[in-house]
């Protein structure tokens, strides 16, 4: 089972001037959502988190595993008995040339290389993948190699390690993948409310 804990922060908390939102503010509410989520499988709020080699975070005393992603103002985060990792980013468009630095054979072969959706969906995928594994980017995402399969799903080969991809529907305006080692059998989402998110954070 995976669980998913997401929040939208209001466009009242924008810059007034590049329309952005603060990456403060949004690592702020994953803490929150971390909290929240918690609470929801009736653990305690409060554990030690410790990180490794690459700065992936763990708890300390804890047999939960967890992950976080933002993206312009949504914010994700995933938990799992098992270890785990999400992505999350909002479709735009990208330099043609960033492709190369990313795509491998297979992502040519794959994906449309004309399609900023795709490169996008490529990149949200291969960040789950490093995220999952706790290299994050320090991997080199050209040896992530994704394969499509019959039911819309992918899996990964990274260096002989198979791991399993699945989209999760979040907002049709960003791409959100979540990637486990175990399979994806089963996931839970669940909306948390935007006052309830940040209240504490800007009041």
Request: net charge positive; proline share 1%; glycine share 4%.
């Amino acid at each position: 089972m995976i669980y998913i804990f997401y929040t939208k922060l209001n466009l009242r908390y924008q810059n007034k001037e590049n329309k952005v939102f603060s990456s403060d503010l949004e690592k702020k509410s994953g803490k929150k959502l971390l909290q929240f989520g918690l609470k929801k499988l009736g653990l305690l709020p409060d554990y030690d988190i410790i990180t490794n080699e690459f700065g992936k975070p763990y708890f300390k005393n804890n047999h939960i595993y967890f992950n976080i992603s933002h993206s312009e103002g949504i914010i994700i985060c995933c938990m799992s008995y098992n270890e785990v990792g999400v992505d999350i980013q909002r479709y735009r468009t990208v330099n043609k040339n960033s492709i190369d630095l990313y795509w491998n054979l297979k992502d040519y072969i794959n994906f449309d290389q004309n399609s900023h959706y795709s490169f996008i969906d490529v990149w949200s995928q291969k960040e789950a993948i490093a995220k999952l594994l706790g290299y994050g980017l320090s991997l080199p995402f050209k040896e992530i190699y994704i394969h499509k399969l019959r039911d819309k799903n992918f899996i990964a080969d990274v260096n002989k390690r198979i791991v399993f991809l699945k989209k999760i529907q979040i907002d049709g305006n960003y791409s959100t993948w979540v990637a486990s080692e175990k399979g994806i059998n089963e996931i839970r989402k669940e909306k948390y409310t935007y006052d309830a998110a940040i209240y504490s954070i800007v009041s």
